[in-house]
């Protein structure tokens, strides 16, 4: 956790180091990422980083929570918004193009998730990993347990492994668009938001054995 002089700052300079710390772990990650770049473009002595952050993993784990707290605030709000009375098929296809509509308008945001899932540390990842991996869960298992009381999924479904493939899909196409590599049958990459929506419904309809008894 950050001391309390992080807390005691103004608004504008908690947020200009925020967005200048996950530009740099965005692009170069936690093992390369720079202080002094960081501090530089923050417009701050490095020295300050060390009054508000232990050292640099709390700093870099406390801007991957930050950025997946933001993200789930705002997917909660998006999600809020849509229809309820469709199926839960055709839902959960209205959830993930609202994910990578928001990951496609937010950069920031999108390089700090590809940080944390791709940093070779160990120790680093894990320590990331499963802060950022609660906010996906405190998001999805309200709702496939909502869907669930309502029966739209069948009974005998196991909801942790539709939970399980939710975080992983929701993981794969926030990412898989913008970096080489990560998707070589679908071939999502490079696709714009409105290209990524077919491939979106093909990955949903193949979850309908988990969820629809026939």
Known sequence: MPTSTWFRLNVAKRERILNAAMREFGEHGFSTGSLNAIAREAEIAKGSLFQYFTDKQEFFAYVCDEASRRMREAMERRVAALDFDQSFEEWLVDVFCEWTEHIAEHPLER??????????????????????????????????????????IRPDADIQVISTLAVMLFQHVALAPYYDGLDPVLGLHGRTVEEQRPVIRQLVAGLRPLFYAD
């Open 111 to 152: 390089a700090i998730t590809a940080a944390s899932f791709f940093e070779l540390d160990n120790t680093v990842r894990g320590l990331v990993r499963e802060t950022t991996n609660q906010h996906y869960l405190l998001t999805i298992d309200p709702l496939i347990a909502m869907w669930s009381e309502r029966g739209e």
